[in-house]
């Protein structure tokens, strides 16, 4: 959590495999948006070599092994370079988790 505890707000989309968006306003003082996604149920995954690898989002599953499929991550529009337990929260910015094969 930010040390002055101060709260921030976000917006995360998630875009399904059958092109359904769905928008999740958080307000939070988390530092990452791994912990908060986690905390709050809207992802599921597993810690890798890499950090969390992430299994599901909202529910749906993307599982690479099977059909190439993963959670691409977005942060204001940028492909995020590093995973989402790396992912610092800024307040005001946008994140997306679009399902990808």
């Given at each position: 959590?930010k040390e002055d505890g101060e709260?921030?707000?976000?917006?995360?989309?998630?875009?399904?495999?059958?092109?359904?968006?769905?928008?999740?306003?958080y307000e939070t003082n988390e530092?990452?948006?791994?912990?908060?996604?986690?905390?709050?149920?809207?992802?599921?995954?597993?810690?890798?070599?890499?950090?969390?690898?992430?299994?599901?989002?909202?529910?749906?599953?993307?599982?690479?092994?099977?059909n190439g499929a993963y959670w691409?991550?977005?942060?204001?529009?940028?492909?995020?370079?590093?995973?989402?337990?790396?992912?610092?929260?800024?307040?005001?910015?946008?994140?997306?988790?679009?399902?990808?094969?």
């Amino acid at each position: 959590a930010k040390e002055d505890g101060e709260m921030v707000a976000i917006n995360v989309t998630v875009v399904h495999s059958d092109g359904t968006e769905k928008k999740f306003p958080y307000e939070t003082n988390e530092e990452f948006l791994g912990a908060l996604l986690l905390k709050e149920g809207l992802i599921k995954g597993e810690e890798g070599p890499y950090g969390l690898m992430i299994s599901e989002v909202e529910g749906e599953k993307a599982v690479y092994e099977e059909n190439g499929a993963y959670w691409a991550i977005y942060e204001n529009g940028e492909y995020a370079m590093q995973g989402v337990d790396a992912t610092k929260i800024t307040d005001g910015s946008e994140y997306k988790f679009e399902y990808t094969k």
